[in-house]
């Protein structure tokens, strides 16, 4: 059996969400998303405060003023809006953005996630993940399917600390796509 690239699974991400969404997509896997061309009306908005983010730039045309959440120079579409972190915030709490997108280390069959913290590990913040898990209209997790050790990332129930507790419609990993339902994982396509 072969797994997915990390271009397929965007493509999978892709497919589910709906055509003309205003999408958050987290750091780490999803920022992949803004690189896939689509025929679907997306708009991409970065938690840092930027609504049009379009991909990475063309060599020696990139701004260091311009990031995504990861710090990443990105480009940004026709029509890019550019605000501060509080209305940024207040989009994402407000219920103004249909899709988030994030990665995670776990989700359990209850579609909890935990995505921010491993015991012991140094701890970087949270960033906006909690809010990003409750504003948007529909969660969809972009991840592996194992971790480092070789451990399954979907789980009866998460062992990390938790980000939001029942909040994920979907989960994609280079294994398939899952929803989490009725007490366990739904496969939607492998």
């Known amino acids: 059996m072969s797994i997915w690239s990390i271009e397929e699974m965007a493509k999978e991400v892709i497919q589910l969400i709906p055509d003309k969404s205003v999408v958050n997509l987290g750091i780490g896997l999803p920022s992949s998303l803004s690189d896939i061309e689509t025929e679907k009306k997306i708009v991409v908005q970065s938690e840092n405060g930027v609504l049009g983010v379009k991909g990475r730039p063309e060599q020696g045309t990139a701004s260091p003023n311009i990031i995504n959440a990861a710090k990443e120079t990105i480009s940004t579409d026709k029509g890019a809006s550019f605000f501060d972190s509080s209305l940024s915030f207040a989009m ?36 906006g993940a909690m809010d990003l898990v409750n504003g948007p209209k529909t969660i969809i997790i972009m991840m592996t399917h194992f971790n480092k050790k070789n451990e399954e990332k979907l789980k009866k129930r998460c062992q990390l600390p938790l980000t939001g507790y029942s909040c994920v419609d979907y989960v994609v990993t280079d294994w398939g796509v899952f929803k989490p339902e009725n007490k366990k994982f739904k496969v939607i396509k492998l």
């Open 92 to 127: 994402i709490r407000g219920g103004h953005i249909d899709v988030s997108v994030l990665g995670g280390m776990e989700v359990d069959i209850e579609g909890s996630l935990a995505n921010w913290m491993v015991p012991g590990k140094k701890i970087t913040g949270m960033g």
